[in-house]
């Protein structure tokens, strides 16, 4: 069983960043695609930007595009999620996930994702 766990999360003002950063346990790390989503109280769930296994691929929400970058080093079984010129409506727990089957590309889809770390807070104040 993989275990994901997030760091980087926290306090910044508004135009601020952050790096988050999912480190994942295992040997198969680069043969799954991984993703981040977040959930902000009151709300579902949302897909927020995913990579494909080789790293090759990537897509974004629209309301991150050209904002925040999803990478990962396969050499070190990390994701990471560099997030710019964040917003107070960025505000939520961010969850690192890794895609249910092998070789995925990048995917969009809460339902293509098995395993899910405990989250990381980030809070953006105006």
């Known amino acids: 069983q993989v275990q994901l766990v997030e760091s980087g999360g926290g306090l910044v003002q508004a135009g601020g960043s952050l790096r988050l950063s999912c480190a994942a346990s295992g040997r198969t790390f680069n043969n799954y695609g991984m993703g981040w989503f977040r959930q902000a109280p009151g709300k579902e769930r949302e897909f927020v930007a995913a990579?494909?296994?080789?790293?090759?691929?990537?897509v974004y929400a629209d309301s991150v595009k050209g904002r925040f970058t999803i990478s990962r080093d396969n050499a070190n079984n990390t994701v990471y999620l560099q997030m710019n010129s964040l917003r107070p409506e960025d505000t939520a727990l961010y969850y690192c996930?890794?895609?249910?089957?092998?070789?995925?590309?990048?995917?969009?889809?809460?339902?293509?994702?098995?395993?899910w770390g405990q989250g990381t807070q980030v809070t953006v104040s105006s």
């Open positions: 990579i494909s296994w080789g790293g090759g691929r990537t």
């Open positions: 996930a890794r895609n249910l089957l092998t070789f995925g590309s990048a995917t969009t889809r809460l339902a293509d994702f098995g395993s």
